[in-house]
């Protein structure tokens, strides 16, 4: 949009003037941050408008992004950034006497999400708007959002999140638009005098659903798209006494909190009536607005398209063909049909133990008319495949075996799309985690490499980065993000060379004055700043990080060595552990405690510092990122489906330290084995491990005298106050056969690490790894991923070309 710096002064004036009746100098920087967010709303709110006619008007076929989570941090700058007036807001602001920078502080992250699944789903959001296709997303407005991390004596201690303690400016409560959701209660099914089978309900607890949608924006294009979370109230209805406690607290529960699991399923009821809120609500409010299209349901899946992010959100299935049949009068045929073509999952984890699964008796019990319609869609399911595959077979892709509700196999049998996030990923669904669907449809099987948007990840978080690009190629590359490979050009230009150096040593200098107001702990900017940045989980091997770590520091204090000389380090961690994930949070602990013994170490002379930043999240990471040196991503190869923060590092100009595990495997192809640093087993060699049972740590313990020093040190009183976590996490490596082979993978680790050195000194050398590695990161835009999913799962319009 196009505005004055005097007229945004004017406005921004009359807004305070309206909301708090003073003058600028008397508010807060709170409120001067909600008289900024009230200003921009109303900038987005003719385009939201608008927006929300055109669809309309073109019946443009829409996509709804169904997802259990969105985590999108904060809104203020990147709204700013796609109106196109961020420098405009910025200046005015000074004008008046304010520090736009103070603005951004106070705002709290949006942080409706546990990680990787949550993020996607923001960089999607904002994707679809900037690629004009007609987007939705559809969650859940928790109260709370991920727990505040905070550690006690090393320990990880969590506190709720209070996120909505302050004014909301981004949302819109939208009352008009609810949505009655029903659970428990009897089903009987009648038949009516048209001779139609009606469901008549009995006892049921009805939930209200009330939306607040926030706007959208994308990259100067002036569409707006809409964020739709719903929240769990109590129905004004005159038949069903709701006043008592128990009732309205279970009323309340259902939107009061996130659960922090990101990869173990915790099979609560809670947890189920979560899932069956949100989709109920948002498959009615879907079929409610095509209704007013005033189009034959029948074309449903012509104008629709409905997206399940993992299995969380798979009742869609089953709602909609309940919608269908029950309200809509559709035959069995036809309503599953159109359910099928409307309907696409994506995976995200082959983890077992992250695979939903429910008793059937809680479906039954919670949503009865639902539990009927799995059991039919299963009975057809069964009755088809018989026929063709055969009893044993077609039992494997049952929805249900012996009284539990798989929920990744209704999700496939309901869609007509389902993809991996990686390349290795979806081989590995394919050819092992469900092999059995793909022989029964290979068709419906695709890979979407995740992404990221580069607006958040370089252009906002990274501005010093962002100028120096485009003081070389231009500003093209903002909205074609590949065009980012021009910088190769410039590989053996020195100035630019230095120019980069410069850029990230400035980023550096910024996180180091913030690691030392927060943490006390004084970090040298000239140190390789190494950086594990993810969810706290055994597989993800930060495990492998911190002995690698514990190993350099032994080494040093063993006196005068080559390592001596070594170029200084600062290894950086930030990561959450599931409450209840016990084994995750002892590795914190360690981390900690490991930080406590070598920060305060004068001897070793500052060679190495340990920094585990507390409460990471997206705000966090827009910091870290662009100050990174080493972007480790060192999880067992098949374990991490994609990762996105690989993404985000190497976007920033970090050299990636790497298994060849999840979209690790594409950065390798783009940038080459040459410009990164890879380590450890490949897939064979890890499925050869479980084939023949012939992994045994022990072996690997007795043989390496350095690695056992470094063990022994868990136990052994070396690391103090770590006496039960050490023991525990030393019993997991030896006891337990090191379920995730740190041991195994433990040499080639320090060996790639142990090249960083050499590389790092070689200073012409790494800024042109670094150059290399953002020239291809542009690639990894979430542009590009939304523009495949359009064209080849959601069949919608998108604006660009690939
Ligand atoms: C499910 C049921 C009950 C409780 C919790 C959950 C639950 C919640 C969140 C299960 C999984 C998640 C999140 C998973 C996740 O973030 N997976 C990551 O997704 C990224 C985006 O595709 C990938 O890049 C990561 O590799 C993958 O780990």
Redesign the pocket.
């Known amino acids: 949009m196009e505005i004055s710096k005097e007229q945004f002064k004017k406005e921004y004036n009359r807004a305070l003037t309206s909301l708090y009746a003073t003058e600028v100098h008397d508010l807060t920087p709170l409120e001067q941050y909600i008289t900024l967010g009230s200003v921009v709303k109303e900038y987005t709110a003719q385009n939201w408008m608008q927006t929300k006619r055109e669809y309309q008007q073109n019946q443009a076929k829409q996509v709804y992004y169904f997802s ?2 969105f985590l999108p941090g904060k809104l203020l700058k990147s709204n700013l950034l796609n109106l196109g007036i961020l420098d405009t807001v910025r200046e005015g602001l000074a004008d008046l006497g304010v520090d736009f920078t103070h603005l951004e502080e106070v705002e709290s992250d949006q942080g409706l999400g ?5 993020r ?1 789903a923001a960089c999607f959001m904002d994707s679809m708007a900037t690629c004009d296709v007609p987007g939705n997303g559809n969650g859940i407005r928790y109260r709370h959002g991920l727990f505040r991390q905070k550690f006690v004596n090393g320990y990880q201690v969590e506190l709720p999140d209070n996120w909505l303690r302050h004014e909301n400016v981004w949302e819109t409560r939208r009352e008009n638009k609810a949505e009655t959701v029903r659970f428990y209660g009897q089903v009987h099914l009648e038949e009516n005098e048209e001779g139609q089978i009606v469901p008549t309900y009995r006892n049921t607890q009805d939930v209200l659903a009330v939306p607040y949608d926030t706007a959208m924006t994308g990259y100067e294009n002036d569409t707006v798209n809409n964020l739709r979370l719903w929240s769990a109230e109590i129905p004004a209805s005159a038949e069903v006494d709701y006043s008592s406690e128990g009732m309205r607290k279970s009323i309340h529960n259902i939107s009061d909190m996130l ?1 922090p ?6 099979g609560r009821m809670l ?1 189920l009536k979560q899932e069956y809120f949100f989709v109920s609500a948002g498959v009615q409010s879907i079929l409610r607005y095509y209704r007013k299209l005033g189009v034959p349901m029948e074309h449903l899946a012509e104008n629709i398209s409905i997206h399940i992010n ?1 299995t ?1 959100p798979t009742m869609c299935i089953p709602e909609l063909m309940r919608l269908l049949l029950d309200e809509e009068g559709l035959t069995w045929e036809a309503a599953w049909a159109i359910t099928m073509k409307t309907c696409s999952y ?1 995976n ?2 082959i983890m077992a133990e ?1 695979l ?1 699964k429910w008793p059937e008796h809680m479906v039954a019990e919670l949503v009865p008319r639902i539990y009927q319609i799995i059991c039919e869609i299963n009975r057809r399911h069964i009755e088809s495949m018989t026929l063709l595959y055969g009893a044993q077979f077609t039992w494997r892709t049952s929805i249900i075996q012996d009284g539990i509700i798989h929920m990744a196999h209704l999700a496939i049998i309901g869609s007509h799309s389902i993809n991996g ?1 990686a390349k290795l990923h979806t081989e590995i669904l394919k050819e092992k985690a469900l092999h059995d669907f793909y022989l029964a449809f290979p068709a419906r099987f695709n890979n979407k490499t ?1 992404g990221i948007t580069h607006r958040r990840w370089l252009l906002l978080s990274n501005e010093g980065l962002s100028d120096l690009i485009s003081d070389y190629i231009g500003t093209e590359w903002k909205k074609k993000p590949n065009e980012l490979y021009l910088l190769k050009a410039f590989k053996e230009d020195s100035v630019l060379l230095d120019k980069l150096e410069q850029v990230k040593l400035d980023n550096k200098m910024r996180l180091a004055e913030y690691v030392k107001e927060t943490m006390g702990i004084e970090i040298d900017p000239h140190a390789v700043f190494d950086v594990q940045i993810k ?1 706290l989980h055994a597989y993800k091997r930060q495990l492998l990080n911190v002995l690698h770590i514990l190993s350099l520091y032994l080494k040093l204090k063993e006196g005068p060595t080559p390592e001596q000389e070594m170029v200084p380090r600062v290894f950086i961690f930030g990561a959450k552990a599931a409450p209840s994930y016990s084994y995750a949070k002892e590795i914190i602990k360690l981390i900690n405690a490991v930080a406590d013994l070598i920060n305060n170490d004068t001897s070793i002379n500052n060679k190495i510092k340990v920094v585990f930043v507390e409460n990471y999240g997206v705000t966090l990471a827009e910091k870290i990122i662009p100050a990174a040196d080493i972007s480790e991503q060192i999880s067992l190869v098949t374990k ?5 923060s690989n993404m985000k590092l190497m976007l920033n100009g970090a050299i990636t330290l790497a298994t060849l595990d ?2 690790n495997v594409e950065i390798r192809d783009k940038v080459g084995d040459e410009n990164m640093l890879l380590f450890g087993m490949q897939e064979a060699e890890l499925y050869h491990f479980y084939d023949s049972h012939s992994y045994h740590s022990h072996d690997i313990y007795n043989h390496n005298p350095r690695l056992k020093r470094c063990l022994d040190a868990l136990v052994d009183g070396t690391i103090p106050n770590i006496e039960a976590e050490g023991q525990e996490i030393f019993d997991s490596l030896l006891k337990y056969n090191d379920e995730y082979f740190v041991l195994k993978d433990y040499d080639s680790y320090v060996a790639a690490q142990s090249r960083i050195d050499s590389l790092y000194t070689d200073r012409k050398k790494w800024n042109q790894m670094s150059l290399l590695n953002i020239a291809h990161a542009g690639e990894f835009s979430s542009d590009y991923t939304i523009m495949h999913y359009a064209d080849e799962i959601w069949n919608v319009h998108h604006n660009k070309n690939l």
């Open positions: 259990i989570e546990n990680g990787g699944l949550g996607l659960y699991d990101d990869s173990s399923y915790d947890r993992d969380h994506t995200h984890t992250a939903e996030v995740n969810r991490e489906a994609s990762g996105t999840g979209a």
